[in-house]
């Protein structure tokens, strides 16, 4: 399998540069070159596989030149093995022919546990086998952080920074990336907010030199890896409720559109889907494209969801590329003048095929609670913020009631307890291997907000805590 860029100018790549490159040389993103396809036969044989047998079906074709079958396996068994559910992406059903599938049971709580705690293993095989060791920076305002540091954490050719804004976290999710003890983790918290964090990153990015020639790797939903891994549980989640025979309607709670457009990958690869619903908050640009074809950059205003908390949705662009025909000159051209006028729209025809599969809905931080006290009453479910948003989404945009709605449950409530608390509803508990968390020792260096400090800080300790 070979990538191309989204903007047609980065030379094409195998999976494995794909995994360490981050963005293309060209400003675009990477994405296969053709995509797989399964017939209907084929995916219903795989009906009753455990999670990690059939994860390598699915991701066995994006993979195979760059990776042994054999070490695949053992890496993807692995990888959900740390998982509390043993059905790692088990179902609940919330009222007739709908559905929550929970992907909070790995071990950060968050769906990102499913595309980064099989990256960091990646990451290390093919490290391990070219005898190279790299830098990941990253900045966070919560779940990435610490997804990111559990997925790295065993990695033995990989230093981990991850910014987050001092005191700007929440508690539950600080402690879960600071009681993380590695030499090659590093938390640093930054005397500023998130975009500053975000900004020293890019410009981390951008000029490499303090690295000495160690190098940057990133691991935000950019990298190909991840929206490959989230693939999975779409077929997970159908084969369960009588797919491909029948189809399913999906509900994804969007930020920067990686979970949703794997979504819309599975759909390309074959898995019956008749309709993905766009779920964001008051942070809206995603809707306001589905809704009216004006994807305009706001400013940002702070939620109770605020993993979905974004101006403007990195992977939009994956999606851009399909919908202009795979022509990368016209997405440059595009991305070009929305770095310029910050909006963007489509020739209407374009709209339209976009709309044919997509519909979305924009939900409030007062909605958002009033969903999460109505299903807990409906069936005594606590959602999460993000996961509330989905399923109000998925109840106001239904096209059929006989097709099965499936809202991916994006994170645990125990994550988000103003939320909860707020819509009125009893809070959970930590599950089991988190219950110590708040006695657990923390580690984490607070530094102003100066890139140059932040910078030897990184090139003194990024190899297993000595200099580079
Ligand atoms: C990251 C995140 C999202 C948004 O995911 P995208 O892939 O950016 O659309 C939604 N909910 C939670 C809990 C998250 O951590």
């Not at 020792?441 to 090139?459: A, G, K």
Request: glycine residues 8%; charged residues 20%.
């Amino acid at each position: 399998m070979r990538y191309i860029s989204t903007r047609g100018q980065a030379p094409a790549l195998n999976f494995e540069d794909v995994l360490l490159a981050g963005l293309a040389s060209d400003g675009g993103l990477y994405v296969p070159e053709n995509l797989p396809r399964f017939t209907l036969e084929e995916i219903a044989s795989w009906n009753g596989l455990p999670y990690h047998e059939l994860a390598f079906r699915v991701m066995r074709p994006f993979v195979a030149e760059s990776i042994s079958d054999a070490d695949f396996k053992a890496i993807l068994e692995d990888t959900y093995a740390g998982f509390a559910h043993s059905a790692v992406a088990p179902l609940r059903q919330l009222d007739t022919n709908e559905w929550v599938m929970e992907l909070f049971h790995g071990p950060t709580l968050a769906f990102k546990d499913f595309a980064l705690q099989l990256l960091g293993r990646l990451l290390d095989h093919f490290l391990t086998k070219r005898g190279e060791r790299v830098v990941i920076m990253g900045a966070t305002s919560g779940d990435t952080g610490s997804a990111a540091i559990e997925g790295c954490r065993r990695c033995e050719n990989v230093d981990i920074f991850i910014l987050h804004p001092h005191n700007r976290v929440s508690e539950v999710q600080r402690r879960q990336m600071t009681t993380i003890l590695g030499d090659n983790i590093h938390n640093i918290a930054i005397e500023g907010n998130f975009d500053d964090c975000q900004e020293m990153v890019k410009a981390s990015f951008a000029d490499q030199g303090f690295l000495k020639g160690t190098r940057l790797v990133a691991v935000n939903s950019i990298n190909w890896a991840r929206i490959m891994a989230q693939i999975v549980y779409y077929f997970h989640a159908a084969l369960q409720l009588g797919g491909p025979l029948r189809s399913m309607a999906f509900s994804v709670p969007t930020g920067n559109f990686g979970d949703i457009f794997a979504g819309y990958l599975a759909r390309n690869m074959g898995l019956p889907i008749s309709q993905l619903v766009v779920a964001t908050n008051h942070n809206d640009i995603l809707h306001r494209f589905m809704s009216g074809n004006q994807y305009d950059k706001d400013t940002l205003h702070p939620s109770l969801s605020p993993s979905m908390d974004i101006m403007v949705s990195s992977n939009f662009e994956r999606l851009l590329f399909d919908l202009h025909g795979r022509n990368g000159a016209l997405v440059k051209d595009l991305m070009d003048s929305f770095r310029q006028n910050g909006k963007l729209s489509v020739e209407p025809e374009r709209w339209t095929e976009a709309r044919r599969l997509f519909d979305s809905l924009a939900v409030d931080d007062e909605a958002t609670c009033a969903t999460i006290a109505e299903v807990h009453a409906q069936c005594g479910e606590v959602l999460d913020p993000h996961t509330a948003i989905g399923v109000r989404a998925a109840r106001e945009c239904r096209r059929s009631m006989s097709t099965p709605m499936i809202t991916l449950g994006t994170a645990h409530p125990v994550k988000f307890p103003d939320a909860v608390r707020k819509a009125g509803v009893v809070e959970p508990q930590l599950p089991p291997h988190l219950a110590d968390l708040f006695d657990r020792e923390e580690r984490c260096t607070v530094l102003p907000n100066s890139l140059t400090e932040i910078q030897q800080f990184v090139s003194a300790h990024g190899n297993r805590g000595k200099p580079l």
